[in-house]
């Protein structure tokens, strides 16, 4: 991987992080922490991106112009999808907290967690994939 490719993934995985921390943060803040609303929030959008941008890619090709073209759409998928949106949605984080859930005894809360995570998340992708193609078809 050449090294410009891999300060596009850094780059772009750093400020995925970043708006990460700062979702979870503002959901704490506003939610409490009995449940990983900010971690479920970024899982369910970062897909609804991973859709857009995944449907883009494939529908108009090629990059975002000469400062990210590489060569044709790889700078994008590497800075959008597996930079920013990598750092963004969280499946690691999500695993631990669904952990955290059941370990707590909220069996509950982490049986709707997993299950409405898996599902939405899907569902927002599909949702970013339809909205692409109507949009940039």
């Known amino acids: 991987m050449a090294l410009s490719a891999v300060a596009l993934v850094f780059v772009g995985g750093g400020v995925g992080a970043v708006a990460r921390y700062g979702l979870v943060r503002v959901s704490e803040t506003a939610l409490g922490t ?4 900010g971690v479920f929030a970024a899982n369910i959008v970062g897909s609804l991106l991973m859709g857009l941008v995944a449907g883009w890619l494939v529908i108009r090709g090629g ?3 000469p400062f990210l073209d590489l060569e044709g759409h790889d700078a994008a998928k590497l800075a959008l999808a597996t930079g920013l949106l990598g ?4 499946f690691s984080a999500f695993s631990l907290d669904a952990v955290r859930l059941w370990e707590a005894g909220a ?3 982490a049986i709707a967690y997993v299950s409405l995570s898996v599902v939405l998340a899907i569902t927002a992708l599909l949702a970013g994939l339809a909205m ?6």
Not at 34 to 37: G, L, S, T
Not at 132 to 137: L, M, P, T
Request: glycine share 24%; net charge positive.
């Open 34 to 37: 009995a449940f990983p609303y």
């Open 63 to 65: 990059g975002f112009g």
């Open 132 to 137: 692409a193609r109507g949009v940039w078809a």
């Open 107 to 109: 069996h509950g809360a």
């Open 87 to 90: 750092g963004f949605t969280t």
